[in-house]
């Protein structure tokens, strides 16, 4: 019996001494019983607006994958590679596509949603319920109800449930497109499966982008706010207790929280939801045009004043974009006389239109503005980011030729069984089979790409890509067109003078 009371004199006497004050056991007491502690002005208290929206939040279970697979121990998500992670409940429930994973075994996902009508429907965010066979939502008085999955969309993370239940609290929908960095906000879910938790901290950062994700089409609020495992589909509030975003992943390079969260903004998220409701799926508008940053030295290359704007790299054969008269080395600057400032500023825009929307694209080519009209198409998922990044088989058939050009590229001739694994057309692009050049290297272009372009002239051999190279000088930055495994890209390469291979 004297142990546990050591301890707790241990306990006593440590907190005493952080304060500096050593005080009798029984004065501290006394102290503390006789003396109101005064409240720290300034400080928010969420208390009284978490009472009123906690009725409105739930949990959801998900039972995930073949029923007749025994139920193991899968591996544990911190293992996974990915650096951006959605969370789910149990530490030995598998990550979603997981590499050798292989089928899924028979697991419980456990994630968090919102009411937001009375008649059942509930937001809660795709990858919870993704290859469910069972989905049950439970509500914060203990009610437990099976739940119907209306309709699920993996590009916004968003899907709708509807529960056989009426009379039920609602969240209030806010306006994300009003969100300003250093306001507060507030999050309410299920970490570990920890009930109704709530955490606050402030947005950090509204419409970013999340190349990780492949979620092209989502401008994501940035927030500090403390989220793990079991907040995926909770709640993102406002001091108003107004839902302004679906809590979604986080950036982690351990799967715990780490101070970076990132939830999916409620007006895209309602827009989704219309949808849904009326076919089950999600259809956004499409271009059909590949994109990509614009740096100060691509914007060089490309003699524009400045690096705003998103520059097509690939059009799609037959697309709105090609009908439209669009050309690779074009520069997006503004659609409907709204600026695009970088790539990732159009996409969510493009894709929030409906299919068959008449836009107007302000673009620059060749230095000169120009205006394009295109007539939105349906957006084809196959055409999305993600696929395989394999580059060029190696040992194709062309003999390698010696370097006879400022950037120091080896080339390599290909011959029809090269192009055509490379889905190019006949007579597009050579091979690169070594780098001699340091500017080259250092752009990030690598043996196995393939040169389609030197600027806007096209090249097809070895002999064509050392002209079209010939007259780079050192200080001058040349744009190449490189295709690597399915996607294509430019590369802005500026030779140094010290830099002859």
């Known amino acids: 019996m004297k142990a546990p009371l050591q301890a707790a004199v241990l306990v006593v006497l440590t907190a005493a001494a952080t304060t500096a004050v050593v005080l009798p056991v029984a004065t501290a007491q006394q102290s503390t019983l006789s003396t109101a502690p005064t409240p720290v002005a300034g400080l928010p208290d969420f208390s009284q607006l978490v009472e009123q929206v906690g009725p409105g939040v739930v949990n959801v279970v998900a039972e995930i994958g073949s029923k007749a697979s025994p139920r193991r121990r899968a591996v544990p998500q911190q293992d996974i590679p990915e650096i951006f992670r959605r969370f789910f409940g149990p530490d030995d429930f598998p990550f979603p596509g997981a590499p050798g994973q292989g089928p899924q075994p028979r697991g419980e996902s456990m994630g968090s949603g919102f009411i937001i009508s ?8 795709h990858h919870v319920v993704d290859g469910a066979d069972e989905v049950k939502v439970k509500l914060s008085d203990g009610r437990e109800f099976a739940a119907r999955v209306v309709g699920s969309d993996e590009q916004s993370d968003v899907a709708l449930l509807k529960i056989p239940a009426t009379g039920l609290p609602t969240l209030r929908i806010g306006d994300s497109a009003a969100l300003k960095p250093g306001q507060w906000a507030i999050a309410i879910g299920s970490p570990f499966g920890l009930d109704h938790s ?15 994700a492949q979620q092209q089409y989502v401008p994501f609020i940035q927030t500090d706010v403390a989220i793990n495992q079991g907040n995926s589909g909770g709640p993102l509030l406002n001091v108003h207790g107004e839902v302004i975003g679906i809590n979604s992943q986080i950036f982690s390079a351990s ?3 780490m101070g970076v969260s990132f939830a999916i903004p409620i007006d895209l998220a309602m827009g989704a939801v219309k949808q849904l409701k009326a076919t089950g799926k999600v259809s956004r ?3 059909g045009v590949q994109l990509q940053a614009l740096d100060a030295e691509s914007a060089k290359g490309l003699g524009l004043p400045d690096a705003n704007g998103a520059l097509i790299n690939d059009v799609t054969p037959g697309s709105a974009g090609e009908k439209a008269g669009l050309r690779i080395g074009d520069v997006i600057r503004s659609i409907d006389g709204t600026d695009i400032r970088q790539s990732s500023d159009l996409p969510p825009i493009v894709g929030a239109m409906a299919p068959g929307t008449k836009v107007t694209l302000g673009i620059l080519r060749d230095g000169k503005a120009k205006d394009v009209r295109v007539t939105l198409e349906e957006l084809d998922p196959t055409l999305l980011p993600g696929a395989s990044q394999q580059q060029m088989p190696r040992g194709p058939k062309g003999r390698a030729e010696a370097s006879a050009n ?3 590229l080896v080339g390599q001739d290909l011959d029809a069984d090269d192009r055509r694994q490379a889905g190019l057309k006949p007579g597009e692009g050579v091979g690169i089979a070594r780098i001699d050049g340091l500017a080259a290297r250092e752009a990030g272009l690598q043996p196995g790409d393939i040169v389609l372009r030197v ?11 050392d002209r079209a190279l010939a007259g780079v ?25 010290d830099d002859a291979p």
């Open 118 to 125: 009375p008649d059942g429907y509930v937001l809660t965010n």
């Open 198 to 212: 709530v955490t606050a901290g402030i947005i950090s950062a509204v419409g970013r982008s999340n190349r990780y």
């Open 255 to 257: 799967g715990g929280y």
């Open 285 to 287: 508008g499409m271009i």
């Open 406 to 408: 400022p950037l120091g």
């Open 455 to 465: 600027g806007s002239e096209t090249v097809a051999s070895v002999s064509g890509l």
């Open 473 to 497: 000088k050192p200080g001058q930055t040349v744009m190449l067109l490189v295709r690597r495994g399915n996607q294509t890209r430019f590369f802005a390469v500026t030779p140094r003078a």
